[in-house]
């Protein structure tokens, strides 16, 4: 393939060919079965507030902090999910990550595992993951909610409300370079939008300060594969802010 993927259409706003800088791009393309990638022009880049220029230093304990809080959301009964719930599912991975994922709620599997992100959306993550060059115990991930809602539905605005502060504390304590908000509801949580998942793609958000990068949710692409190539698009920004190679996990 000569190192780009060529984008075969002729209109609809698809434009040109995609050189991706590394053959771990190609391998995860290939891997997904996408055969071409749209081209979107990028967004002008957003004046960063005062906020965003001096991060509050990372805490020296942070694994401990987040154990605590582990321990708080196990405790916790602010809303009736804590009633139909069997485990709570926190998060997981590193305490000090560059790299955060959030999602929306614990399906069926989490629920039973007390763990984010082990089902079939939990394994397609973790391909995601490698192929930006990374592993999962290198970067933490968790959802909006802890419990998970009757019949995996989407989470309610009071059940958001009675939740957030343990997501809050989370990223608080690991201050992560970027979040990667997977799904509507991360993304409006994250950015404070009320609105699409299509209008927040591609646009420039912060989280007090942190850089938020919107993308569809892994169970979703399981159901709508052909939005994979969406998503690894998405996920370009965030390889390049931390300068990922794929090249440094094997070939």
């Known amino acids: ?43 002008a880049p957003a004046e960063a507030a005062p906020a965003d220029l001096h991060p509050p230093p990372r805490s020296v304990d942070q694994k401990a902090a987040l154990e605590q809080q582990a321990q708080r959301v196990a405790d916790c009964r602010q809303c009736d999910l804590c009633e139909t719930r069997h485990l709570t599912a926190f998060g997981t991975g590193d305490a000090d990550a560059d790299l955060m994922f959030v999602g929306e709620a614990p399906g069926q599997q989490e629920d039973l595992r007390g763990e984010p992100f082990v089902g079939p959306a939990g394994q397609l ?42 997501l809050e504390r989370q990223i608080l304590t690991i201050q992560p370079r970027i979040l990667v908000a997977l799904g509507r509801p991360a993304a409006c949580w994250l950015t404070g939008l009320d609105t699409s998942l ?21 169970a979703f692409l399981l159901r709508q594969e052909r939005f994979k190539a969406h998503c690894w698009q998405d996920l370009q920004r965030v390889i390049q802010a931390l300068d990922l190679d794929g090249g440094r996990t094997g070939s």
């Open 125 to 166: 993550l973790d391909r995601i993951i490698e192929a930006m060059g990374l592993r999962r115990e290198q970067v933490y991930i968790a959802n909006v909610l802890k419990c998970r809602p009757p019949g995996n539905r989407d989470p309610q605005p009071q059940e958001v409300n009675a939740c957030e502060g343990h």
């Open 198 to 218: 299509a209008r927040m793609r591609g646009q420039e958000h912060h989280w007090r300060g942190i850089p938020v990068v919107a993308t569809y949710h892994p």
């Open 1 to 43: 393939m000569n190192g780009e993927m060529q984008d075969t259409s002729t209109g609809n706003g698809e434009a040109g060919p995609l050189r991706f800088g590394s053959r771990l791009h190609l391998r995860a393309l290939q891997g997904w079965g996408i055969e071409r990638v749209m081209c979107m022009p990028s967004p």
